[in-house]
Every structure is written in structure tokens, then in C-alpha cells.
């Protein structure tokens, strides 16, 4: 399956950075290529999946169901495309004494989207950029 890994710093504590990555109606601000995210059902427990709906810039009418899995205690968020099983697996690290965070992405996609591997390098590694302005503030 093939895979690969971005990482970048932002000087904004973990909990800031969290807020952000964590609530998929935030994505369009810093995720890049997403126009719009229609959240289906919030999380009833902690641990407990969200659904959510995205629309990908320039194709309104095709919409791609989504889940993102939150662990609160590893600092991480999972998220799985439930059309292309594309995966991203975000980790949070705090830098500094907490006042910045490493953010990381592991993105494993299936090898039926393999062609799909350059671009999704390019949209994560301005995506990583996008994010850690958005969370401080830039």
C-alpha cells in the first residue's frame, strides 16, 4: 500500500492546534481542495466516530462520505475516506514546553488509488502549511 509521511511545526500549544484539526467544518480554512464539509452525526461517547460529508473543490456534486476517529489521550485523529479508503492518521506532539506543536501525518493510500500518490503529497504538504497558520493566527 503506498504511504508516506509530512510533518510540520506551529507555534500554537497542542489544545489550540487540536480545535482546529478536530472539527471537519473547519476543514475548508486549511484543508486544501476541500470546498465544503457537511457534518453527518457527532460522536455520542468520547472515542465514538464522527461522520461527515465533504465536497471537494470544483465537484459539488460528488459527495465523499468520511470518519474521523479521535483519540484525545495519543493526541492523534484518524480520518478514512469512505469512497477511496485513502487514510490520514494526524498525530500532535507538544514542542517547546507545550507552547508549539509538531504536527504529522501518516497517509496510506490504496494501491487501486496509487496514481493519486504525488497529488495527495502536494495537497497535504500545503494543507500542513494552511494548518499551522490558521492556528496561529498568521
Known sequence: MPSFQH????????EEVWKVLYDPSRFPEWWAGVEAVEVDTLPADAGDPTSYTLYATGYPDFPMPQQLQASRDQQSI???CLVSDLRFDWRLEPLDGGRATR??????????????LGTQREVIAASLSRLAAVVTGL
Open 78 to 80: 484518524v480520518i478514512s
Open 103 to 116: 504536527i504529522s501525518v501518516h497517509v496510506e493510500i490504496p494501491q487501486t488509488e496509487a496514481h493519486r
Open 7 to 14: 510533518s510540520t511545526t506551529a507555534a500554537a500549544p497542542p
